[in-house]
């Protein structure tokens, strides 16, 4: 699978919308681009996956380059319960390879 | 719904002693993955079952490592002979059967992990 990369940290203020951006140059054909995020002390727990097109879900959207070499996670409110490190997870078989994520701080 | 379970939450053991991490998965899903978290770090995979069948243990760290899932359902992770280094967050994941094939792959469910550690 494709290695992304993902800036360290990242704060947003309460209520805005949150942008965490992943590259993923070398991502192939047939890799989705998956997100996945993970509370202090949970599980991970999956938001939103793609190939080409734009999604949106309930919990965020996730915009992908025309030449899907890069990728965007947007959460349109974020609150403070969206404090949590954010994986970025280009993926073509079964199991998951994490990175070291974003850690999105959210404050009031 | 009921979500994946693991159990227990906590384990603390001395070096040398086996322990085993128990598992339950979303009930109807076919795959199980089991991945080991280190402090700072992101989940590692471990091994991966389909049903019954352990497909992928590529990542399991050392022969004192094993996995077992005797009847496509719960799941165990022994761990042998435990060291320092095994100390770690374990989680587990389930998921419906992934269509490798056609490039779709199910989302994966997580259990809360079980914290390992080994003094």
């Known amino acids: 699978d494709a290695k992304t990369t993902q800036p360290p940290s990242m704060d947003c203020a309460e209520g805005r919308a949150a942008n965490l951006p992943c590259n993923h140059s070398?991502?192939?054909?047939?890799?989705?681009v998956y997100w996945y995020r993970q509370i202090h002390s949970q599980g991970p727990q999956y938001i939103i996956h793609?190939?080409?097109n734009n999604e949106t879900n309930e919990m965020a959207s996730l915009i992908i380059t025309e030449d899907r070499k890069s990728s965007t996670l947007i959460l349109p409110h974020a609150t403070l319960r969206d404090t949590a490190v954010y994986y970025c997870?280009?993926?073509?078989?079964?199991?998951?390879?994490f990175g070291k994520g974003t850690k999105l701080s959210v404050k009031p | 719904g009921a979500g994946v379970s693991q159990s227990p939450r906590y384990k603390v053991a001395k070096r040398g002693q086996d322990v085993a991490l128990r598992c339950d998965p979303i009930?109807?899903?076919?795959?199980l993955f089991w991945y080991q978290q280190a402090l700072g770090q992101g989940p590692e995979f471990l091994t991966y079952?389909?049903?019954?069948?352990?497909?992928?243990k590529s990542g399991l760290p050392s022969d004192r490592f094993f996995a077992e899932r005797p009847e496509g359902s719960v799941s165990t992770l022994k761990i042998q002979r435990t060291q320092q280094e095994d100390s770690a967050v374990y989680l587990c994941?389930?998921?419906?059967?992934?269509?490798?094939?056609?490039?779709?792959?199910?989302?994966?469910?997580f259990g809360p992990g079980t914290r390992l550690t080994v003094t």
């Open positions: 997870i280009a993926r073509s078989q079964g199991n998951l390879i």
């Open positions: 070398t991502i192939s054909g047939n890799e989705y």
């Open positions: 009930s109807g899903h076919v795959s």
């Open positions: 994941a389930s998921s419906r059967r992934d269509f490798a094939g056609t490039g779709f792959l199910h989302e994966q469910y």
């Open positions: 079952f389909q049903n019954e069948a352990q497909l992928d």
């Open positions: 793609g190939l080409k």
